[in-house]
């Protein structure tokens, strides 16, 4: 059985081993803790230093003291070893943690920038991008770039000092030796390639795998309700079987090449420690060599190979991040495609109503197959349009209805004026100011919007409604009574302290409506945006939240989206959407004498046949 098609996209994708640009762009995220990084640095030289003290103290013990037979050289040389692995101990631990700080803090910093830069980019970005893939952004890649600084880049160059150090060491105390010990290097060098070289491949095999495995989960996970009413829990146990031993093969795979390449490591340190003695016993023999010289060679080689195998692990740290980086980066660079300005002095009121204006307003989604369909003429472009040359104006205490059928534009309009998008053509106008040179903050400050998809936090009733105006409980209980919401909230167990859970799954989809009306009366907002407000509220809640809007409305804009026509009859203007276009507009007494497009959708919904009829004749 073949695996789904997955959608990770990039993260297939493991780019360059090591990018100058965006390590530059990682390391400015640790300019705020130089200290730290210093420190850390310092305390690993210090670490590489001390790597070559017990074997020059072997040296002395092995040349000076035995030979002498002063106890006090070999005590002497026992007291500042062991000083050493105190000192070491000490260093060891104080970089672990220093590197674990700077690590969490660039993490923190770094989650924080990408969260602050969502909240920012438009709507567009979002209907494009998965929330499951910008969560691994967040969670995932940030967490991988903590490796790199806390067991990558810093340990990496302690890494590079200790050989440096070890190096100079063994080159100071004889040359030749040094030279036979560092012939097996060309060969380590080699292993060292091969590895990374398997290691890459088995990396991005189990991305790919593990991306599977997620995909399959959230999507299962998701549509549970599906997967149970339709029995085929047993199906997709299978397929997850497969994902699962697809994953594992991969794992295995990947433990194959480290075990491989660990021992084969170990192997040509043995063999370097055999040169070492061959070429160190004939010299020994002839007396141009001692045998401390040899014994603390033994020691420093031991220890020159353990930072080699180090850094070549680094590289798969260094891989990951460098993959991780590129797709943090790529989305801090993305730019909103409704670009907001900067705040003004001169905001509308807030109280009273403002007025709204559409001046020949066109929109479509998807711009490049419109550009692409552009020179097919009305054929061909026209039917990319969503919205074609809408015009109309909302005047402070009027409500203006938008009614039509499944997608004529009526939401549309309520995200347009919302700036989620921005027209092609035309503008759009609150009290003669083109929403486009308004801040975001400000345009959306005026607006109380009760969508048709409610969303609720996982969080308290009265958190809930309030958002983050600064509403005292008093408020809370005064906007939800106007919506009667109050008599729904004083049934749950905990009052406005009811915790909801996520999306207010909790509690019955009219619920959740009348919260979101709540919210939209608590906002006190000059304009109202009313997408499906009383969709999927009982006759009885209904009743009441038309008696309160007489009230809310009074003084106030509002633009109403409807399905059902008898929440709207009432509107000051009804503009019945056809393809884009507004057909017909007007009272709803007008609209229905004059027997068109609303006449027929009003007739339908009353229970009269005959316009059905028609259309099978």
């Known amino acids: 059985m073949t695996a789904p ?21 990682l390391l400015a995220y640790t300019r705020p803790y130089r200290v730290l990084l210093a420190g850390a640095f310092a305390l690993l030289c210090l670490e590489g230093g001390l790597q070559v003290v017990g074997p020059l103290l072997t040296r002395r013990v092995i040349d000076v003291g035995l030979p002498a037979k002063d106890l006090s050289i070999v005590w002497i040389a026992t007291i500042l070893f062991l000083l050493t692995l105190v000192v070491e101990f000490v260093a060891t631990w104080w970089h672990t943690w220093l590197t674990s700080l700077l690590g969490q803090k660039v993490m923190r910093d770094l989650r924080m920038e990408i969260f602050v830069h969502l909240q920012r980019l438009s709507v567009t970005f979002f209907d494009r991008n998965p929330a499951g893939r910008l969560i691994t952004r967040v969670t995932s890649d940030v967490e991988t770039l903590n490796e790199l600084f806390t067991a990558g880049v810093v340990a990496g160059l302690g890494d590079l000092f200790t050989l440096l150090a070890i190096s100079v060491a063994m080159l100071l105390m004889d040359w030749k030796l ?64 497969d994902l699962n031993k697809s994953h ?27 040169v070492l003695i061959v070429a160190g016993a004939s010299r020994v023999g002839v007396g ?55 705040a ?25 197959h419109l550009a692409k369909n552009q020179g097919d003429g009305e054929g061909g472009a026209a039917k990319e349009w969503v919205l074609r040359g809408v015009s109309f104006t909302a005047r402070p205490g009027q409500t203006v209805a938008l009614v039509g059928h499944t997608g004529a534009g009526k939401t549309t309009i309520v995200n347009l004026l919302m700036r989620f998008y921005d027209p092609q053509r035309g503008r759009i106008l609150i009290n003669g100011a083109d929403i486009r040179t308004m801040p975001l903050a400000e345009l959306r400050g005026l607006i109380g919007y009760v969508q048709q998809d409610i969303f609720l936090f996982a969080g308290d009733v009265a958190t809930n409604i309030r958002l983050s105006n600064p509403l005292s409980d008093d408020d809370v209980a005064a906007a939800a009574a106007k919506v009667g919401a109050d008599r729904i909230i004083r049934s749950f167990p905990r009052g406005y302290g009811q915790v909801l859970g996520e999306r207010g799954a909790s509690i019955s989809v009219g619920e959740r409506q009348l919260l979101s009306f709540a919210r939209a009366v608590a906002a006190d907002a000059p304009l109202l945006l009313l997408d499906e407000a009383t969709s999927a509220v009982d006759s009885h809640i209904e009743a009441e939240i038309q008696t309160a809007l007489g009230v809310l409305v009074a003084g106030r804009t509002t633009i109403a989206v409807a399905h059902r026509l008898s929440t709207i009859a009432a509107a000051d203007e009804i503009l019945v959407l056809h393809h ?16 068109g497009l609303y006449d027929t959708l009003w007739r339908l919904q009353a229970g009269d046949s005959e316009p059905l009829l028609r259309q099978a004749g």
């Open 5 to 25: 098609a997955t959608q990770q996209g990039e993260d297939d994708t493991l780019g360059k081993a090591y990018d100058g640009r965006l390590m530059r762009r």
């Open 178 to 241: 040094a030279l036979a010990s560092f012939a097996v290097i060309p060969f380590v060098a080699l292993v060292s390639g091969l590895f990374r070289r398997w290691v890459r491949e088995t990396y991005r095999e189990l991305r790919i795998r593990l991306a599977r495995i997620n995909s399959f989960l959230q999507e299962r996970l998701t549509g549970m309700k599906i997967v149970q009413l339709f029995g085929q829990q047993e199906r997709e146990s299978a397929r997850f079987r």
């Open 248 to 274: 594992l093969d991969a794992q295995l795979k990947s433990i194959t090449v480290y075990a491989i390449y660990f021992p084969a490591i170990e192997l040509l340190t043995s063999v370097a420690l055999a």
């Open 288 to 342: 141009t060599l001692s045998v401390g010289t040899v014994a603390a060679f033994l020691q420093l080689v031991r220890r020159f190979f353990q930072p080699l195998q180090d850094l070549s692990e680094k590289y798969n740290i260094l891989q990951t991040a460098m993959a991780s980086s590129e797709r943090i980066f790529a989305l801090l660079d993305t730019v909103p495609s409704v670009p907001d300005v900067a």
């Open 344 to 368: 003004r002095g001169n905001a509308p009121p807030r109280t009273g109503g403002v007025e709204v204006k559409f001046e020949d307003v066109w929109f479509a989604y998807d711009l490049a």
């Open 580 to 595: 884009g276009e507004v057909v017909e507009r007007g009272r709803h007494a007008a609209l229905v004498e004059r027997g």
